[in-house]
C-alpha cells in the first residue's frame, strides 16, 4: 500500500472524475454555507503535489481556486474562508505549487499529526474534510469521531476508500493466500505490500473486527469476492453512520459486473448537502462520459454506477412504495428525494426524480403544492422545496 511512484506523472480518468466532483460541488457548497456567517475550513487530508506532471490541477488547486474567489469577491469579503493541506511526502512541490494563494495552509506530515490542530479550530467553524488517500493503512476511524464528536457548526466528509485494496490486504494479513485475485490483475499496478501495517490497524482502519468474519466466509467458499466487498462496505458505511445522519456511497467499477475499484463515499447531516452531492456526483460523471463521446476516445474507463442495472431496482415502483409506507401514504418531496438518494446513489438526477413524479402525477399521483398559488396568483407548478413545501400523496 502507499506506493505513489508516477502517480502524479499524469492525471488519469479516476482522478479527472473525483477532482470534477470537488470542483463542482464546492461552487453551490461556499455559496450556500458561507450565509450562516460563519468560517468554512476545507482540509485536504492527503493533498499531494496539488498538480499533475503534466499540468493538470490537483486537489490543493482546486480548492484553493475556490478560496480565491471568495477572497476576491468584493460581496464577500466579510466571509471567512481558510484552507489546510497535509502532506508528508510532497509537501516541496505542494508549497510551490500553492504559492499565491492566500489562506492556503500548507502542513508537512501525516493526516494523524494534525488531528490536535483540526480539533483546535473554533467549534463554531464550518469544516469540510476531503480524504484521498493512495492506500488505506492511515485512516484510523477514530480520527474522523474525534473531528466529529468536537461538535463543530457543520461537518462534510469526502472521502475514496480503496475497498477492494482493503480485502486484498486483509487477506494477505490474515495469511488466506490461496484467495484468488486473478479477476483483479488490471488493479496490480496500484496494490503494494506494506510489510509495516498490521491487523491491528486493520480493525482501526474498519472500526471493528467484522472484516475478518468476512474474509473467513470468503475463504469458506459461503461468499464471493464481490459479495465480501459489498459486505464490508454496508458495515463500514454503518460506522459512518455513527457520525453523520446521511451518507452514500458510490461504487466505482471498470463494468457493471466487476468488483468495484473504489468506493467514493460522502458523509453530512444536512439533507440539502446530501442532495447537493448526489447531483453534483451525477453531472460530473454525465459530463466526462460526454467530453470522452465528443473526442471519441477513452480519458475515464469506468461504468457509471446505474443501480437499476446491477441491484435491479425499479424507480416507479419504488417511489410509490415509499409513498405508500409513509404516514397518511403522504411524504414531503424533499424527503422523498433523500430516501430515494439512499437506494439509488447518484444513478438519477434530483431533475430525474422530479420527471418521474411528473409523469405519475399524469397517472393519478397527487402533488400538493403549499401555498397553491405563486406571488403573482397563478397555480404553483414549480417543483422546488425551498420555495413551496410540496407533498407527494397515492391513494
Same mark, same amino acid.
Given at each position: 500500500m502507499g506506493k505513489t511512484r508516477d502517480f502524479f506523472s499524469k492525471k488519469k480518468g479516476w482522478s479527472v472524475l473525483k477532482d470534477e466532483i470537488i470542483g463542482c460541488y464546492l461552487t453551490p457548497y461556499i455559496n450556500k454555507i458561507l450565509y450562516t456567517n460563519r468560517p468554512l475550513v476545507i482540509i485536504d487530508c492527503?493533498?499531494?503535489?496539488?498538480?499533475?506532471?503534466?499540468?493538470?490541477?490537483?486537489?490543493?488547486?482546486?480548492?484553493?481556486?475556490?478560496?480565491?474567489?471568495?477572497?476576491?469577491?468584493?460581496?464577500? @469579503?466579510?466571509?471567512?474562508?481558510?484552507?489546510?493541506?497535509?502532506?508528508?511526502?510532497?509537501?516541496?512541490?505542494?508549497?510551490?505549487?500553492?504559492?499565491?494563494?492566500r489562506y492556503c495552509e500548507v502542513l508537512k506530515g501525516k493526516f494523524d499529526d494534525y488531528i490536535n490542530k483540526i480539533l483546535?479550530?473554533?467549534?463554531?467553524?464550518?469544516?469540510?474534510?476531503?480524504?484521498?488517500?493512495?492506500?488505506?493503512?492511515?485512516?484510523?476511524?477514530?480520527?474522523?469521531?474525534?473531528?466529529?464528536? @468536537?461538535?463543530?457548526?457543520?461537518?462534510?466528509?469526502?472521502?475514496?476508500?480503496?475497498?477492494?485494496?482493503?480485502? /486484498?490486504?486483509?487477506? /494477505?494479513?490474515?495469511?488466506?493466500?490461496?484467495?484468488?485475485?486473478?479477476?483483479?490483475?488490471?488493479?496490480?499496478?496500484?496494490?503494494?505490500?506494506?510489510?509495516?501495517?498490521?491487523?491491528?490497524?486493520?480493525?482501526?482502519?474498519?472500526?471493528g473486527d467484522y472484516w475478518q468474519e468476512i474474509l473467513l466466509d470468503k475463504i469458506n467458499e459461503k461468499?464471493?469476492?464481490?459479495?465480501?466487498?459489498?459486505?464490508?462496505?454496508?458495515?463500514?458505511?454503518?460506522?459512518?453512520?455513527?457520525?453523520?445522519?446521511?451518507?452514500?456511497?458510490?461504487?466505482?467499477?471498470?463494468?457493471?459486473?466487476?468488483?468495484?475499484?473504489?468506493?467514493?463515499?460522502?458523509?453530512?447531516?444536512?439533507?440539502d448537502g446530501l442532495i447537493l452531492m448526489s447531483d453534483e456526483m451525477n453531472k460530473a460523471w454525465k459530463k466526462i462520459l460526454q467530453l470522452d463521446r465528443k473526442k471519441q476516445e477513452v480519458l475515464f474507463e469506468y461504468d457509471f454506477p446505474d443501480l437499476t442495472l446491477y441491484n435491479g431496482f425499479n424507480l416507479e415502483e419504488d417511489i410509490l412504495d415509499i409513498i405508500k409506507k409513509s404516514t397518511d401514504k403522504s411524504i414531503l418531496l424533499k424527503e422523498l428525494i433523500v430516501q430515494l438518494i439512499g437506494k439509488y446513489g447518484i444513478t438519477f438526477s434530483q431533475r430525474?426524480?422530479?420527471?418521474?413524479?411528473?409523469?405519475?402525477?399524469?397517472?393519478?399521483?397527487?402533488?400538493?403544492?403549499?401555498?397553491?398559488?405563486t406571488e403573482t396568483g397563478k397555480k404553483a407548478t414549480s417543483m422546488d422545496y425551498r420555495k413551496y413545501k410540496i407533498i407527494v400523496r397515492s391513494e
Amino acid at each position: 500500500m502507499g506506493k505513489t511512484r508516477d502517480f502524479f506523472s499524469k492525471k488519469k480518468g479516476w482522478s479527472v472524475l473525483k477532482d470534477e466532483i470537488i470542483g463542482c460541488y464546492l461552487t453551490p457548497y461556499i455559496n450556500k454555507i458561507l450565509y450562516t456567517n460563519r468560517p468554512l475550513v476545507i482540509i485536504d487530508c492527503f493533498a499531494g503535489k496539488g498538480k499533475f506532471d503534466d499540468g493538470n490541477d490537483g486537489s490543493p488547486i482546486i480548492i484553493g481556486k475556490h478560496i480565491k474567489s471568495v477572497i476576491d469577491d468584493v460581496n464577500r @469579503k466579510n466571509k471567512v474562508i481558510y484552507g489546510i493541506f497535509i502532506e508528508k511526502k510532497y509537501t516541496e512541490d505542494l508549497q510551490r505549487n500553492l504559492d499565491g494563494y492566500r489562506y492556503c495552509e500548507v502542513l508537512k506530515g501525516k493526516f494523524d499529526d494534525y488531528i490536535n490542530k483540526i480539533l483546535n479550530i473554533d467549534m463554531d467553524t464550518n469544516i469540510f474534510v476531503y480524504v484521498d488517500p493512495y492506500g488505506i493503512k492511515n485512516l484510523n476511524f477514530k480520527n474522523f469521531q474525534r473531528i466529529k464528536n @468536537k461538535n463543530f457548526f457543520s461537518l462534510e466528509l469526502l472521502m475514496n476508500l480503496n475497498s477492494f485494496g482493503f480485502l /486484498r490486504e486483509g487477506c /494477505r494479513l490474515l495469511r488466506y493466500e490461496d484467495i484468488q485475485f486473478a479477476e483483479q490483475n488490471d488493479f496490480d499496478d496500484e496494490y503494494e505490500i506494506d510489510e509495516t501495517n498490521s491487523i491491528e490497524n486493520m480493525n482501526m482502519i474498519a472500526d471493528g473486527d467484522y472484516w475478518q468474519e468476512i474474509l473467513l466466509d470468503k475463504i469458506n467458499e459461503k461468499i464471493d469476492m464481490l459479495q465480501a466487498e459489498e459486505k464490508f462496505i454496508n458495515s463500514y458505511i454503518q460506522q459512518l453512520k455513527k457520525l453523520f445522519k446521511y451518507v452514500v456511497n458510490i461504487p466505482i467499477k471498470l463494468k457493471t459486473k466487476n468488483i468495484p475499484k473504489y468506493r467514493l463515499i460522502f458523509g453530512t447531516n444536512h439533507e440539502d448537502g446530501l442532495i447537493l452531492m448526489s447531483d453534483e456526483m451525477n453531472k460530473a460523471w454525465k459530463k466526462i462520459l460526454q467530453l470522452d463521446r465528443k473526442k471519441q476516445e477513452v480519458l475515464f474507463e469506468y461504468d457509471f454506477p446505474d443501480l437499476t442495472l446491477y441491484n435491479g431496482f425499479n424507480l416507479e415502483e419504488d417511489i410509490l412504495d415509499i409513498i405508500k409506507k409513509s404516514t397518511d401514504k403522504s411524504i414531503l418531496l424533499k424527503e422523498l428525494i433523500v430516501q430515494l438518494i439512499g437506494k439509488y446513489g447518484i444513478t438519477f438526477s434530483q431533475r430525474d426524480f422530479k420527471n418521474k413524479l411528473k409523469e405519475l402525477n399524469e397517472k393519478g399521483l397527487e402533488i400538493i403544492w403549499e401555498p397553491a398559488l405563486t406571488e403573482t396568483g397563478k397555480k404553483a407548478t414549480s417543483m422546488d422545496y425551498r420555495k413551496y413545501k410540496i407533498i407527494v400523496r397515492s391513494e
